[in-house]
């Protein structure tokens, strides 16, 4: 059973990633495949972070994809354009958070939805690491 439509927090940055669809993208059921999503899901989650930190704060620490959630409400056909994702960040838990997307297309339906918990690692060692307060600041509206 597919949860709820997310809708971002009013206090949180909702950042927007435009998607391309290609040919690769498409499977036997002519449509993205769900693999791609997943893909997506994880393709914007960095692209926010990398946006929002500089290079000696990204070379610090890493995230760690620790799960995904999906629910998928409408195929993206071949040839889509104008599709998106929006995401915004959950509140942390200690070395954890929650990023939420949702893929659009380019008439702004909801195709597809999801959930993804990460883990904040030192990018040395890789030990899992508290999210610092300060780090919050940047995914803030």
């Excluded at 990398?50 to 959630?69: G, P, Q």
């Excluded at 999906?70 to 071949?78: E, F, G």
Aim: with cysteine; net charge negative.
């Amino acid at each position: 059973m597919a949860r709820p439509q997310l809708t971002p927090r009013e206090d949180r940055e909702v950042f927007v990633v435009p998607l391309d669809v290609r040919s690769e993208h498409i499977d036997e059921n002519n449509h993205v495949n769900n693999v791609v999503y997943v893909g997506w899901l994880q393709d914007v989650g960095t692209a926010h972070w990398n946006a929002r930190f500089d290079e000696e704060t990204r070379a610090k620490w890493s995230w760690v994809a620790l799960r995904h959630e999906i629910d998928y409400l409408r195929a993206i056909a071949p040839g889509a354009t104008g599709v998106v994702a929006r995401t915004w960040v959950g509140d942390p838990q200690g070395p954890r958070f929650n990023r939420y997307v949702r893929i659009e297309d380019g008439e702004g339906r909801l195709c597809a939805q999801g959930v993804s918990e990460w883990c904040l690692v030192d990018a040395a060692t890789l030990r899992p690491a508290r999210i610092p307060t300060e780090m919050l600041g940047a995914f803030a509206a």
